[in-house]
């Protein structure tokens, strides 16, 4: 059986070589998929379709299981975030202090779901299991910055500031 | 690495240490540096430098009174100080030598003095990102004593004689899942370490991990030479980056003094330690499902047995404890598991790490004794309910938990006691509920997180909590009947006796204790189409989710 050559970087782009690294690293054994979709979303900042196609290829990995590993954790997103992000974190502490009523503003002022973008592309917003900040709850997170005790005055100024840029 | 080389290192560093005359301990947690401790830290080191006294700035781990962030303390004084930021800097340094400033020191011998320290011992005393503080504090001493004077056996009969029990929630006896590993057939073996705090509400692992990861390193390789094994994984949840740079830091540094790698202590033993990220998924802190996840699919549980003592990770026998069980390790291996057995109740022994939020004066973490009193950490420890509101009802346990009324709170916290409430120890969230929240919501809230946690895998769980959150969410909404109120009864036992893994199993726990203690305001909800907390908008129409 010939040796397997994985499949050509998708494109010139540099962040290919830190995926590919991370690949390299572990060998181009299979368990190391959620690793590299990791490293493929940290780079790139969500996985599409080519990304998702050419991890798979790489670690001989059937696509529908790379598909089904994507789509089954929370944390990968197949969609590219806003140039910002505001996570609200839905932790059971947060809850208790009022998280609800942060998602219910911020969806009123933004005019989206949690989960969504702005159709400008302007300001994503998530919503996050929990950060483990649950002493300072409710927390948001402002482009991964975490604010504890937010009010939603706060949180809407925030959100101004972004709208504005 | 010899132990006496150890000893060498604790020497220099702590005459090193000495030559400073004062220390001010920064607390650099999530909690803290979300209220400028960066700031603060930076600010602090420049007036150190300034003042020209001789002052080490350090940055450390959770101290614990997270609500009186950022913390400050100063050694070797102990004078702590509260909600301190950058611009009281200054004041700080000038008052070293002298009387402490008033305005910012804090009375927390409360929320202190009940406390005891085993898994914490170091959190605020050492920087984490520096393995010479941790061996000055007798770090990875337990670790060469084991290789050069223990035999595996001898560990397993120490950690079995201690009583420590798991602290993931599940409470099994560590000892007699080590001898299980130990005995497995097999040249090639696992220890894994459970980081993948899923827990909503809790953060104790996080706070271990960013704060003293040394410690829990120490304690994989103590479990690795007990049962035979060579590799170990820390599965850590993604969501933490800190935890898993402070980790990466410390496992770097612990090859680099060779308490990792190949022979080390000059004996055959080796043992090294990958850090493996989660993504997201509350069902992979069950080890199966983990197992899956490390070996890079989705985070599914399998049926056991066979358990993963015997089949595990690439189908070796494998070792799988939480963060906090491997934190308690080393300070067994050197004290003894009678020291450690003399703590806590009758089949709870040792310590207990909580997270303290909700409606609470002091939130925050705090380590206390098993067998002390709910009361006691609520009310002494926590400071209690704020004024104008009053306690309804304690959650341990998370969403596999239960809620724990005001007239139970005199229970002793042990492993057996809260099941017999009808909820679990859980890995150690603990949040307080006031008068504001209602139960029936709470109970949607959890049951919520079930059902988008669900795997699928199983019916009774995918299926089941969907049409528990349908019920609840009709409830909630002032459409629900007593009918509904019998059905959700009916669909809870199914749930619990059918499903695969613990998520299915403990899902129902949230309503059936609500159920058992708050009942009247289910009735309240159905009968009056009334919230007594004010909480459900009952003229809202039924969302009904498929």
Redesign the interface.
Known sequence: MPAFTPPPLPSDDKRWKIVNGTMRKNGFARHALIETLHTVQSAFGYLDDDAIRFVARSLRVPLSQAYGVVTFYHYFCLKPPGRHTMTICAGTACYIKGADKLAAAAEKRLGIAQGQTTKDGGISLMKARCVGACSRAPVVLCDGEVAGEVTAEQMLEQLERWAVE | MTIEELEQIAKTVSQENEKYDFEVNVCMD??C???GADRLREALTKAAEASGKNVLVRRTGCMGP??SGPLVRVDPEETLYSKVNAGHAEAIVSSLGGQPVPELQCDLNEHFDKQVRVVLENAGYIDPEKIDDYIVRDGYKALLTVLTEMTPNGVLHRISESGLRGRGGGGYPTGLKWGTVAKAAGDLKYVVCNGD???????MD??VMEGDPHRVIEGMAIAAYAVGASKGFIYVR???PVAVARLTTALREARRRGLLGNGICNTPFNFDVEI???????VCGEETALIA???????TPRPRPPYPAVSGL?GKPTLINNVETFANVAPIIRNGGKWFANMGSERSKGTKVF?????IAN???VEVPMGIKLREIIEEIGGGVPAGHTFKAV?TG?PSGGCIPAEMLDVGVSYDALVRLGSIMGSG?M?V?DDT?CMVN?AR??VEFCMTES?GKCIPCRAGTAQMYTLLTRICTGVGTMDDLELLVGLCETIKEASLCGLGMTAPNPVLSTLKYFRDEYIEHIEHKRCPAGVCNMEAPVEVVA
């Open positions: 999530l909690a540096v979300s209220q997270c609500s705090e899923g827990d909503p509400g809790a953060f996080r706070s993604a969501e933490y493996r990220l989660g993504a997201g998924a509350f996840s490390i070996e890079g699919r989705r985070g690439f997270a303290l939020t909700g409606k939130t925050g973490l959650q998370g969230g949040i509920m929240s709470v809230f959890f795997c």
